[in-house]
């Protein structure tokens, strides 16, 4: 048995920061923002009850609802993130909580921007080996909270936001998986955890924010992920014009565009978001798939291929039958 997405589901924070408006904090412009990354503005958390938590149920739940399937019946939850409110329990643990999927099995994965895909790929593992049956994935990030908002290489990039999918073993669903992980490139795209001060060692206080070296992620970005593909349509015997849409991780437009030109296929096939979400990191490809979903761009057995990159270095890819 595969993994069949059954359902899907969304949060976007009710805030949306222009370009304009981030020009009011830092050094930028619409145009330098717009020109190099496709991103016009994001959604940022912006009260207290908004948080990582709060946007994983509001997508779990609105996936659920799609999918016409009850928090009972979940035996696994999954949920993607860099970016929990608490360092445990899981998002996940608490996730199953506010939904009140008693049976579930809970956990969360860290594989950044990728988190989304490892996730998926992990139940569809599960699902093979007749060991779960129906799971609800989330990627949800609050990105806003690791950004050094006085940075403005890396300030203008991110957004917030949660996207999500049940999915149910079945005869069809996925059809090939690949990831793959590099931490010997890691230090590019890097955000330290707290300090220890026990009572043995003291290693400083100060909170440190997200790094990135944008032009080695860039380069990593548009050699890694084509390839990934290729490899993945190799392995399933098809072809790049085969598949319906691409729905690619949202870090940026050039990036997207870059690929669409490597595979020699119409950027109409590759729907994209990035003007409004920015880069919503484990979020971004189930918020994409979402919002693709609810426009009724999926007929049944529409083939998709969802595929990203991030920290780590991580990668993967999904080719899925709808
Ligand atoms: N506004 C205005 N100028 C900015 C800026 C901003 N927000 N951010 C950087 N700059 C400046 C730089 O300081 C630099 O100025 P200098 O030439 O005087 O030194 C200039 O713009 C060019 O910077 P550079 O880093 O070379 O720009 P770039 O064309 O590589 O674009 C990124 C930067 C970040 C948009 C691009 O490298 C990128 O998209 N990388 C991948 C990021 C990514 O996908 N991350 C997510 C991974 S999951």
Known sequence: MRAKIIGTGSCLPDKIVTNDALSALVDTSDEWIQSRTGICGRHLVSAEHETTL??????????????????????????????????TPSTA??????????????????????????ALNTVDAYFQAGIYQ????????????????????TCVLFGDGAGAAVAKASEEG????????????????????????????????????????GQEVFKFAVKKEPECIQALLQQ?????ADVDYYLLHQAN?????????????????????????????AASIPILLDEVNKKGMLPKDSLILLSGFG????????LLKW
Request: charged content about 15%.
């Open 311 to 318: 920290a780590g270095l991580t990668w993967g890819a999904a």
């Open 54 to 87: 709060s946007m994983a149920v509001k997508a779990g739940q609105a996936a659920l609802t799609d999918a016409g399937i009850l928090p009972q019946q979940l035996d696994l939850i999954l949920v993607a993130t860099v970016s929990s409110d608490f360092m």
């Open 236 to 240: 399933a015997g098809m072809q790049p």
């Open 174 to 213: 996925m059809i090939a998986s690949l990831q793959g992980s590099d931490g010997s490139g890691g230090d590019i795209l890097v955000c330290r955890n707290r300090s220890n001060n026990n009572p043995y060692i003291h290693t400083g206080t100060e909170l440190d924010y997200l790094f990135m070296d």
């Open 253 to 281: 437009y050039r990036i997207i565009a870059s690929i669409a030109r490597k595979l020699k296929l119409p950027l109409e096939k590759f729907p994209s978001n990035v003007s409004h979400c920015g880069n919503t990191s």
């Open 134 to 153: 129906t799971a609800l994935i989330i990627g949800v990030e609050t990105l806003s909270k690791l950004i050094d908002w006085s940075d403005r290489s």
């Open 93 to 118: 643990c608490m996730v199953q909580k506010e939904l009140g999927a008693s049976h579930a099995a809970a956990f969360d994965i860290n594989a950044a921007c990728s988190g989304f895909l490892f």
